[in-house]
């Protein structure tokens, strides 16, 4: 079953073109990762799925579970299960942290609150008060961030990894967190730079100037982009055409 589809999706920005005639088929249940080099327009995709205002389409169409929610606002797209981990979280000024995991979260679940603190390696009695503020590290804004979106099991998680290679947790325990919300019925998009996270989608796409030039075998896909489009960050050159 399909919970999210892209068409034709195209977005410009100040004048230069983000996506370019993007098109994407998420299936329920899976992981499936977007990968690509930096600038490749892997972040703009998540702000358009979300819905920022910032990223309303010129043109093209996002469907979440049946639904066209393409001129659909953040907060109702939200409601209905679609949820991104931002790359740079936000600070909430006078916001606790167990109150700002409560969010979305149906009912107390105090319990819920702690697993999810201590799946992130975040130790409860030491966070559980302190206020989503300045005084919290990036690494532990988004450590945190993790922890809220792990505690919301959404139908379906966005998560946009950084490229700037922020140390928020070793990659095996990212792999964890990853197959742990898939396990309890979340699908993951995750959108990333790197094949070794990548590696554990179950479906992988490709980004390149804002359109998907591969699909299908994580293997197969993660390969290419080690040999093709690393040393390439700004073009994929057609099959059998020398690197320049």
Same mark, same amino acid.
């Given at each position: 079953?399909?919970?999210?589809?892209?068409?034709?999706?195209?977005?410009?920005?100040?004048?230069?073109?983000?996506?370019?005639?993007?098109?994407?088929?998420?299936?329920?249940?899976?992981?499936?990762?977007?990968?690509?080099?930096?600038?490749?327009? +892997?972040?703009? !995709?998540?702000?358009?799925?979300? *819905?920022?205002? &910032?990223?309303?389409?010129?043109?093209?169409?996002? %469907?979440? #579970?049946?639904?066209?929610?393409?001129?659909?606002?953040?907060?109702?797209?939200?409601?209905?299960?679609?949820?991104?981990?931002?790359?740079?979280?936000?600070?909430?000024?006078?916001?606790?942290? +167990?109150?700002? !995991?409560?969010?979305?979260?149906? *009912?107390?679940? &105090?319990?819920?609150?702690?697993?999810?603190?201590? %799946?992130? #390696?975040?130790?409860?009695?030491?966070?559980?008060?302190?206020?989503?503020?300045?005084?919290?590290?990036?690494?532990?804004?988004?450590?945190?961030?993790?922890?809220?979106?792990?505690?919301?099991?959404?139908?379906?998680?966005?998560?946009?990894?950084?490229?700037?290679?922020?140390?928020?947790?070793?990659?095996?325990?990212?792999?964890? #967190?990853?197959?742990?919300?898939?396990?309890?019925?979340?699908?993951?998009?995750?959108?990333?730079?790197?094949?070794?996270?990548?590696?554990?989608?179950?479906?992988?796409?490709?980004?390149?100037?804002?359109?998907?030039?591969?699909?299908?075998?994580?293997?197969?896909?993660?390969?290419?982009?080690?040999?093709?489009?690393?040393?390439?960050?700004?073009?994929?050159?057609?099959?059998?055409?020398?690197?320049?």
């Amino acid at each position: 079953m399909e919970i999210l589809k892209v068409e034709n999706l195209s977005l410009n920005l100040e004048g230069r073109q983000i996506l370019n005639n993007l098109s994407l088929s998420i299936e329920a249940g899976t992981i499936h990762s977007v990968l690509g080099p930096n600038a490749s327009g +892997k972040s703009s !995709l998540a702000f358009s799925l979300i *819905g920022c205002c &910032d990223y309303s389409p010129q043109w093209g169409k996002i %469907f979440f #579970l049946g639904e066209d929610v393409t001129h659909h606002p953040v907060y109702q797209r939200a409601k209905m299960g679609l949820t991104l981990a931002w790359q740079e979280p936000a600070r909430f000024e006078g916001l606790t942290v +167990k109150d700002y !995991l409560s969010i979305g979260i149906k *009912g107390k679940n &105090d319990d819920l609150i702690k697993e999810a603190l201590e %799946f992130v #390696l975040l130790k409860p009695e030491e966070y559980l008060n302190r206020e989503v503020d300045k005084t919290l590290s990036g690494g532990e804004r988004k450590r945190i961030e993790l922890a809220s979106v792990f505690a919301m099991r959404p139908k379906l998680a966005i998560l946009d990894e950084p490229d700037s290679g922020i140390d928020i947790l070793a990659l095996d325990h990212i792999i964890k #967190l990853i197959k742990e919300l898939k396990k309890r019925g979340s699908t993951v998009l995750l959108i990333t730079h790197r094949e070794e996270v990548s590696s554990i989608a179950d479906k992988t796409s490709l980004l390149c100037s804002g359109t998907i030039v591969k699909e299908g075998d994580t293997v197969e896909v993660g390969t290419y982009f080690k040999e093709r489009c690393i040393p390439c960050p700004t073009r994929i050159y057609p099959s059998g055409e020398n690197d320049k």
